[in-house]
């Protein structure tokens, strides 16, 4: 007698296999993606966190308080962002000592594809004694619907501004 599989069996054994597939392949991509968006989240904050932390060692160790341009500050009194944070990457560009109307600020920004994603820095309100290290995601200008969707679950909505008071 022959022990063999019939062309059935084995028809029925690659049908059952390609189902299973089909069924984990999108649980595979939906991990891959949330990884992605946490990792990216994950950075952005801790990266926030250290830099206030720098800052308010600067601040109350040394005794130096923030000043909104690198190349103009006095480096014996004040320190700049670049001081407490450098970010090195592709898509990450500095801008130093930016007055605006009503504020100071320094910051890192994340672009891709020409939109802005996220951004890191330093801001002093003009009616505010205290400086604030700030960061953001804004997840609408992600490449795929579906990160922009993952992004806006795990980052409240996909636009908030949180600051970090760091004296």
Same mark, same amino acid.
């Given at each position: 007698?022959?022990?063999?599989?019939t062309l059935i069996e084995m028809i029925? +054994?690659?049908?059952?296999?390609?189902?299973?597939?089909?069924?984990?392949?999108?649980?595979?991509?939906?991990?891959?993606?949330?990884?992605?968006? $946490?990792?990216?989240?994950? $950075?952005?904050?801790?990266?926030?966190?250290? +830099?206030? &932390?720098?800052?308010?060692?600067?601040?109350?160790?040394?005794? !130096?308080?923030?000043?909104?341009?690198? &190349?103009?500050?006095?480096?014996? !009194?004040? =320190?700049?962002?670049?001081?407490?944070? &450098?970010?090195?990457?592709? /898509?990450?560009? =500095? @801008?130093?000592?930016?007055?605006?109307?009503?504020?100071?600020?320094?910051?890192?920004?994340?672009? @891709?594809?020409?939109?802005?994603?996220?951004?890191?820095?330093? *801001? *002093?309100? *003009?009616? &505010?004694?205290?400086?604030?290290? /700030? @960061?953001?995601?804004?997840? $609408?200008?992600?490449? +795929?619907? !579906?990160?922009?969707?993952?992004? *806006?679950?795990?980052?409240?909505?996909?636009?908030? +501004?949180?600051?970090?008071?760091?004296?």
């Amino acid at each position: 007698m022959n022990r063999s599989f019939t062309l059935i069996e084995m028809i029925f +054994t690659i049908i059952i296999l390609a189902l299973l597939a089909a069924i984990a392949l999108p649980k595979f991509l939906n991990i891959k993606d949330n990884a992605l968006i $946490n990792s990216m989240v994950f $950075n952005i904050k801790s990266s926030a966190l250290q +830099t206030a &932390e720098a800052a308010r060692v600067e601040h109350d160790l040394n005794n !130096k308080s923030w000043y909104a341009n690198c &190349e103009k500050r006095d480096q014996k !009194k004040q =320190f700049c962002l670049k001081d407490v944070m &450098e970010v090195n990457g592709r /898509y990450w560009k =500095f @801008y130093d000592g930016m007055p605006w109307n009503n504020y100071d600020i320094e910051k890192y920004q994340f672009s @891709y594809g020409g939109h802005l994603i996220a951004e890191i820095g330093i *801001k *002093k309100e *003009k009616n &505010e004694k205290k400086s604030y290290v /700030y @960061y953001f995601v804004i997840c $609408n200008w992600l490449p +795929t619907k !579906k990160l922009i969707k993952k992004c *806006k679950e795990m980052y409240n909505g996909g636009q908030k +501004t949180y600051k970090i008071y760091y004296y």
